[in-house]
Structures are given as structure tokens and as C-alpha cells.
């Protein structure tokens, strides 16, 4: 078939749907129109969508109809085909000369003007269309409705609801809109039970089978929704801003009380994730000059496409640190809930120097309104050492330097409750008690490794430097070179020369810790017996630093109880402090081992128990947690019995927020005070409250019975004088 035909053909097909569609379309509207006033939405969606696939069908077979036959038909009704339109679909082989000369004749008369084919729009039809399904819809929608008002349609309204007749749900919407930042469309569910997004707006429609007096939705906690009635349909309307357990109540009662939870998604934060570089603490190498930074931020549902990186220059060494800080805008790439940012720093533009150190920390922000979220990576270091620091000694032994890199963090505990404080009104009480807390714990854990210097006890914390034969003993004299060095306040083995003996490498797999000088040292140097390495300190050096440990005490239970003012003052002492520490010139390391005090043989083995204190530990006994739900947890053992349910409810009020699901413990509440006689809504309900009981503290186990032997030995023990 010549293409210009078969173009002219599909246009006529195409118009030819097009016509009964616009024309299906009113009548469709006005169908579901009367539906929705008749029996509600419900009808409504089934109605529209049956009218719509009945006319998509019926104009497909409409447009199916203009076939070959229908063309030659057309064709020929114009006297350029001359009656011929026939042969431009018969097969060549099957025309004589003559036929296929008539043929040649009217394929080039039609590809020179070709009749239109379409067929015409049924103008009239249309608008008639059109207005009466308008006028179908204003009277489905705007005829009066009110309780005198007689229906639409006889049959159609439910009847009232009596006790006899008590109303029963027939029919349930649940319109969910999320907020905005979100990014998530409108939700419509039949069922009542559901998770939502916080802060968003919740629309109920329900049908009664019979129509109520009043009807309302009833909270767990005891807030109250009415129901708004129009017509045959109950609405209300609100915003879930946290998790709940509601029923329906009506006058008369619904033949079915049963209960609905609605669970709150509150939006989380963003997080933040250095990928590059691969460590917090990055040693630099001789003549860098460039340092690439990568990050990724994930969100619940977006982040802001542009983040805030802090780059932090640290200059100086000691306590005498001067920071300069400075803050570039990043784009991120990649989809809003998982973006990545990188940026490549100029350390020349920057002002870094050999002995610097250049902190980095990234911020973002998610989209959520009205206020945005915002979460901080953890900060990555570069270290840009010195060539003192790269350029090893000869030396049998090492000086240490006063105060390692630990001892630089004082100053920076100082400058974060200051920045706190300012803070204050920006942020809620709970954030700045938490973030006061935190602080606290850094002034605990320096507190730790200044005490570890004067052999008191870790806590767990980090371990003291190396200290061993890798430095200096107390009798090996400092070189006077040393002292042109600028340490900026690195361990001394980053100075070190090599022994002239082999080292093993480390091979526990552990992966370096942010901060820690042996770390560092694993770059640099090697460390021996730090077990039995001990640290020399003149008496005035010691009672210095004693009375700084005693400010970083005092600051640190101020900061642990939310108190970053009070703790101020302990802290500039503290630091006072630190600084007389470092003006003694050295600290000298001894290689000396272990001293227990020495053992009387005289005593041994002879149950003489002089001058021994009494071990006895005094025991007290632990009053049990919740006394409310323990009582109630021993009533429910009994099925027959009726536990206060009103103080448990007034109890799981005052502790929901640190139970993991307090829902499903207030609807087994619920669900026995509606049922008061079943059996498994006691067990039920006595399970709940056996995962939300408090744990008691573990207590001092008590000491086994002795045999018959040790019981004499023990005798013999207390008798001996």
C-alpha cells in the first residue's frame, strides 16, 4: 500500500477513537457522579472505572471498524480514485496491462492530493454531551441533603440507629498526607490501622450501617475526635504527631469496639560517613599539597543538595595553638537520599605548614520542615610533620617530650562548652544537657590519661604512651640538639632513630585508633616493655599535676550534669595548671620493671590475721522497680482475679517514653478492660508487663556452702587466737 495512503488511514482511525471517547467521557463523570451520592466513594471509584473501560472498548471497536473495505469505500466516493481504489489493494501478478495501467494512474493522482479521510467532529453532539453531564453532576452533588430533606433516590439513606439496631461500619476511608519534605504522594487506604509519617494530616470518612446519635474517636491517652456528619458520611480530621491506639465510639455503641493503632515515623537525621580518607588521623608526606576529601550523607527521605565543610588550620604546639578556621559550600551528587560530596583542599591556599595539623568536618542538612535536621561526620585529621619529626637519631636512647599529643585537648574541651553556651537558646534542654555530657566524657577521658602519668587507675580508658627503652632512662643524659626541635606536641618516637635490632610487625588486625600515639608511633618508631615502663616525675611536677586532675574533676561532674558555666572555671584552672607542667624541660623514662612488696614467709600458711581489715562487703536489699506493675504482674497470674487497670494506665503514661512498644502494652490494657473475663487477655497482658519490668541490678552472688572438710578448716581458722 502506498505510505500516503496508509498515513491518511491511521489519521481517520485515530480521529475516529478520539470522537467516542470525548463523547464516553461526560457520560462517565455523570454515572459516578450519581454513584457517590447514592452509595459513597466507594461506588463512586468502581463506577468511573467501569464506565471508562466501556468507553476505551467501545471506541477501540469503533476505530476497528474503519477497515480496508471502509477505505476503498471512502476512496472511491471521490472521483480522483475513479472507481479504482480496489486495485491499489489487489496483488500485482493478478492485474492484466490494462488494470495495472489504471492502477500506476490512480496511486499517482491520490499521491498528489490525497481526500481527506477523517471523519468530521460531532460538534453537536459533543455540547450536547457535555451539558448534560454537567447538569447530571450539579444535581447529584448540590441537591439538598439534610436530615428533613427527602433522598435522591427512596431507599438510599440509612435508618436511625437504636439500641435494638445497634450501627455497624459499612464503609471506611483513611486519607493520609504526608508533609511535604517528605516527597510522598497522597495515600487513600480502606483500612484504619496504619504507619504514618510524623506531622501528617489524617482525614476519616466513615459510613454507618445505621446512623448514630453522635460519633467520635477515642484515644488511649484520652483525647477525643468527633465525628462530623454530612449526609450519610462521618468525618474528622488530624495531625499525627504520635502513635496511638483509637477505637469508634457512637450513641448507640458500635456492635464492634474493637481497636486501631496508627504507629508514628518520626523523621530521623541525616548521617554522615567519611569515605576519603580511610582513617580519622592521616600523617602526611614530605612536600603534599593537596588533600582529597570525600563524603556521603543518607537521609530517611532527602538531604539538602549543598553541605557546609569546617577546615580547621592548627598552628603551634603544646597548649600554644592557634586555629584558623575557614568554611567552603560543597554540591552533592547523586539522589537526595544518598549524596555524595568531595572536595580536594589546597593546602598552599590554606596556609599549612610542615608541623600543622588540618581538621575536616562536614555538615548537612535535611529537607524536613519547618526546622531542618542537621548531623556533623566525625573530624578527619591531617598531620603535616616536620623534618624533625621525619629525620631520625642515632641515639642508644630517646627524650620524651612533655605532655604528648594527648596533652593538647584541654584548651578545645574549653572551646566547645564555650561554643555551647552560646547555643544555649537554640537548642532544646535534652540536646544541650546531651551535648554538655559529651563533653564531659572527652574531660573524663583526658582527666584519665593525664592520671595514668601518676599511676592511678585507667577506668578502661586508653593506655599510656610507650614508655620504655626506646627512651631515655632517668641516668642517660638529654642532648642538647633536642631542644631545637618543635614537636607540636607528637610522641617523642616520631622524633626516634631505629634500634639496630629487628621488630615484628603488628598482627592483632586492629585497625588504627583515632588519636592514639601509638599509632602514630607504628608510623615512625617502635615501643618496648610498656608494661613495666614507668614515668619519673619531680615532686613539684607531680603536685602540679595532681592539682590539675583535681580541676578536670570538678569541671567534668559540672559538664556531666548539664552545667558547662560552672564548668568553665575548672577547666582555665586546669589549664593554668597544664602550662606550669610544660615548662619542666624533660621527663626522663626508666627501664625498670615491676616492684610488689615483698612477701612475709614468717606469716605464710599460719591463718594469723593481725592488722588485716575486714573484707566483709555490706549487702542491702534491692527494693524491687515498679512496685505498680509488679503488683498488678501478680494479680494477672489469676484469671479470676481484677487487677487495677486505671493505675497501670496512669503508670504507662508517666513511663511510655522509655518503653520499646508501649502501644501494644496499651492495647492489651484496653483489650481486658473490655473483656474482663478472658483468660488469655490476662496472660496476654501479664506477658507485656514482663517485658516492660525493670531488670533488678545483678547482686554479690552468694558464697557455696562448704563441705564437711572445708567447714573444719574454717573453724579451725576463726579458733586459731
Given at each position: 500500500m502506498n505510505p500516503i495512503i496508509q498515513r491518511g488511514w491511521q489519521r481517520a482511525r485515530r480521529r475516529q477513537w478520539w470522537i467516542t471517547a470525548v463523547l464516553a467521557v461526560p457520560i462517565a463523570l455523570a454515572l459516578s457522579a450519581v454513584a457517590w451520592r447514592i452509595a459513597g466513594f466507594d461506588a463512586f471509584t468502581v463506577i468511573l472505572l467501569l464506565t471508562l473501560l466501556v468507553g476505551v472498548g467501545l471506541a477501540t471497536w469503533r476505530a476497528r471498524r474503519l477497515d480496508r473495505q471502509w477505505l476503498v469505500r471512502r476512496l472511491d466516493e471521490h472521483p480522483i480514485a475513479q472507481d479504482s481504489a480496489d486495485l491499489l489493494f489487489a496483488t500485482p501478478d493478478m492485474l492484466n496491462p490494462l488494470q495495472r495501467r489504471q492502477r500506476a494512474h490512480v496511486e499517482a493522482a491520490l499521491q498528489s492530493r490525497l481526500p481527506e479521510l477523517r471523519p468530521r467532529w460531532p460538534w453537536r453532539w459533543v455540547l450536547a454531551s457535555a451539558v448534560m453531564s454537567v447538569l447530571a453532576m450539579a444535581l447529584a452533588f448540590g441537591w439538598p441533603r439534610g436530615p428533613s430533606a427527602a433522598p435522591l433516590f427512596p431507599g438510599a439513606t440509612a435508618p436511625p440507629a437504636t439500641p435494638a439496631q445497634p450501627p455497624q461500619l459499612r464503609?471506611?476511608?483513611?486519607?493520609?498526607?504526608?508533609?511535604?519534605?517528605?516527597?510522598?504522594?497522597?495515600?487513600?487506604?480502606?483500612?484504619?490501622?496504619?504507619?504514618?509519617?510524623?506531622?501528617?494530616?489524617?482525614?476519616?470518612?466513615?459510613?454507618?450501617?445505621?446512623?448514630?446519635?453522635?460519633?467520635?474517636?477515642?484515644?488511649?491517652d484520652g483525647q477525643r475526635i468527633a465525628l462530623q456528619r454530612e449526609g450519610d458520611l462521618w468525618t474528622a480530621r488530624w495531625t499525627a504527631t504520635r502513635p496511638v491506639l483509637y477505637r469508634v465510639v457512637t450513641e448507640p455503641a458500635l456492635r464492634d469496639t474493637r481497636l486501631y493503632r496508627l504507629d508514628v515515623v518520626p523523621d530521623r537525621p541525616p548521617v554522615v560517613r567519611v569515605i576519603a580518607p580511610d582513617r580519622s588521623l592521616v600523617l602526611g608526606t614530605p612536600g603534599q599539597r593537596q588533600w582529597p576529601l570525600q563524603f556521603e550523607a543518607t537521609d530517611d527521605h532527602g538531604v539538602v543538595a549543598t553541605a557546609q565543610l569546617k577546615v580547621t588550620l592548627a598552628q603551634g604546639s603544646g597548649e600554644n595553638i592557634t586555629f584558623r578556621?575557614?568554611?567552603?559550600?560543597?554540591?552533592?551528587?547523586?539522589?537526595?537520599?544518598?549524596?555524595?560530596?568531595?572536595?580536594?583542599?589546597?593546602?598552599?591556599?590554606?596556609?599549612?605548614?610542615?608541623?600543622?595539623?588540618?581538621?575536616?568536618?562536614?555538615?548537612?542538612?535535611?529537607?524536613?520542615?519547618?526546622?531542618?535536621?542537621?548531623?556533623?561526620?566525625?573530624?578527619?585529621?591531617?598531620?603535616?610533620?616536620?623534618?624533625?619529626?621525619?629525620?631520625?637519631?642515632?641515639?642508644?636512647?630517646?627524650?620524651?617530650?612533655?605532655?604528648?599529643?594527648?596533652?593538647?585537648?584541654?584548651?578545645?574541651?574549653?572551646?566547645?562548652?564555650?561554643?555551647?553556651?552560646?547555643?544555649?537558646?537554640?537548642?532544646?534542654?535534652?540536646?544541650?544537657?546531651?551535648?554538655?555530657?559529651?563533653?564531659?566524657?572527652?574531660?573524663?577521658?583526658?582527666?584519665?590519661?593525664?592520671?595514668?602519668?601518676?599511676?592511678?587507675?585507667?577506668?578502661?580508658?586508653?593506655?599510656?604512651?610507650?614508655?620504655?627503652?626506646?627512651?631515655?632512662?632517668?641516668?642517660?643524659?638529654?642532648?642538647?640538639?633536642?631542644?631545637?626541635?618543635?614537636?607540636?606536641?607528637?610522641?617523642?618516637?616520631?622524633?626516634?632513630?631505629?634500634?639496630?635490632?629487628?621488630?615484628?610487625?603488628?598482627?592483632?588486625?586492629?585497625?588504627?585508633?583515632?588519636?592514639?600515639?601509638?599509632?602514630?608511633?607504628?608510623?615512625?618508631?617502635?615501643?618496648?616493655?610498656?608494661?613495666?615502663?614507668?614515668?619519673?616525675?619531680?615532686?613539684?611536677?607531680?603536685?602540679?599535676?595532681?592539682?590539675?586532675?583535681?580541676?578536670?574533676?570538678?569541671?567534668?561532674?559540672?559538664?556531666?550534669?548539664?552545667?558547662?558555666?560552672?564548668?568553665?572555671?575548672?577547666?582555665?584552672?586546669?589549664?593554668?595548671?597544664?602550662?606550669?607542667?610544660?615548662?619542666?624541660?624533660?621527663?626522663?623514662?626508666?627501664?625498670?620493671?615491676?616492684?610488689?612488696?615483698?612477701?612475709?614467709?614468717?606469716?605464710?600458711?599460719?591463718?594469723?590475721?593481725?592488722?588485716?581489715?575486714?573484707?566483709?562487703?555490706?549487702?542491702?536489699?534491692?527494693?524491687?522497680?515498679?512496685?505498680?506493675?509488679?503488683?498488678?504482674?501478680?494479680?494477672?497470674?489469676?484469671?479470676?482475679?481484677?487487677?487495677?487497670?486505671?493505675?497501670?494506665?496512669?503508670?504507662?503514661?508517666?513511663?511510655?517514653?522509655?518503653?520499646?512498644?508501649?502501644?501494644?502494652?496499651?492495647?492489651?490494657?484496653?483489650?481486658?478492660?473490655i473483656t474482663p473475663d478472658c483468660a488469655d487477655c490476662h496472660q496476654a497482658l501479664r506477658a507485656q508487663l514482663w517485658r516492660a519490668l525493670l531488670r533488678p541490678l545483678p547482686q554479690v552472688p552468694r558464697r557455696n556452702a562448704p563441705d564437711a572438710m572445708g567447714q573444719r578448716y574454717l573453724d579451725a581458722l576463726e579458733a586459731t587466737p
Open positions: 464503609s471506611t476511608r483513611l486519607e493520609i498526607t504526608a508533609p511535604a519534605y517528605t516527597g510522598q504522594a497522597v495515600r487513600v487506604q480502606n483500612a484504619l490501622d496504619g504507619k504514618v509519617a510524623q506531622d501528617s494530616r489524617l482525614h476519616w470518612s466513615l459510613r454507618f450501617s445505621a446512623q448514630p446519635h453522635t460519633a467520635a474517636l477515642q484515644f488511649h578556621e575557614q568554611t567552603f559550600t560543597l554540591s552533592g551528587t547523586g539522589p537526595a537520599t544518598q549524596r555524595r560530596f568531595a572536595r580536594t583542599l589546597d593546602l598552599g591556599a590554606l596556609g599549612a605548614t610542615e608541623g600543622n595539623d588540618v581538621i575536616a568536618q562536614l555538615t548537612v542538612r535535611d529537607t524536613h520542615a519547618p526546622t531542618a535536621q542537621s548531623a556533623q561526620s566525625s573530624s578527619v585529621i591531617l598531620r603535616l610533620p616536620s623534618a624533625a619529626e621525619i629525620q631520625g637519631t642515632d641515639m642508644e636512647g630517646m627524650v620524651k617530650k612533655t605532655l604528648p599529643a594527648y596533652f593538647r585537648s584541654q584548651r578545645q574541651i574549653i572551646i566547645d562548652a564555650e561554643a555551647l553556651i552560646k547555643q544555649r537558646r537554640q537548642l532544646p534542654a535534652e540536646e544541650f544537657v546531651k551535648r554538655a555530657d559529651a563533653i564531659g566524657v572527652d574531660q573524663r577521658i583526658l582527666r584519665l590519661r593525664y592520671g595514668q602519668f601518676l599511676g592511678e587507675e585507667s577506668e578502661g580508658g586508653a593506655k599510656p604512651p610507650p614508655t620504655s627503652d626506646s627512651l631515655p632512662t632517668s641516668d642517660t643524659p638529654a642532648t642538647p640538639h633536642d631542644d631545637d626541635h618543635d614537636h607540636h606536641g607528637e610522641p617523642a618516637q616520631a622524633q626516634a632513630g631505629h634500634d639496630d635490632h629487628d621488630h615484628g610487625a603488628q598482627t592483632d588486625g586492629t585497625a588504627p585508633v583515632f588519636g592514639s600515639a601509638t599509632d602514630v608511633l607504628s608510623e615512625y618508631g617502635h615501643t618496648h616493655d610498656h608494661a613495666e615502663a614507668a614515668t619519673l616525675l619531680d615532686p613539684k611536677t607531680r603536685a602540679t599535676l595532681k592539682a590539675a586532675l583535681d580541676q578536670m574533676w570538678s569541671s567534668e561532674g559540672e559538664l556531666r550534669q548539664g552545667q558547662p558555666e560552672r564548668a568553665l572555671p575548672y577547666a582555665y584552672k586546669a589549664l593554668g595548671f597544664i602550662k606550669e607542667v610544660q615548662q619542666a624541660e624533660r621527663i626522663y623514662l626508666a627501664r625498670v620493671g615491676p616492684e610488689l612488696p615483698p612477701i612475709d614467709e614468717g606469716r605464710r600458711m599460719t591463718g594469723d590475721r593481725a592488722e588485716l581489715a575486714s573484707r566483709a562487703l555490706p549487702l542491702r536489699a534491692l527494693e524491687a522497680p515498679d512496685q505498680a506493675i509488679v503488683q498488678v504482674w501478680q494479680q494477672l497470674a489469676d484469671p479470676g482475679s481484677a487487677p487495677d487497670l486505671d493505675a497501670l494506665t496512669q503508670w504507662l503514661r508517666r513511663n511510655e517514653a522509655r518503653l520499646p512498644d508501649p502501644l501494644s502494652l496499651a492495647a492489651a490494657i484496653e483489650t481486658l478492660r
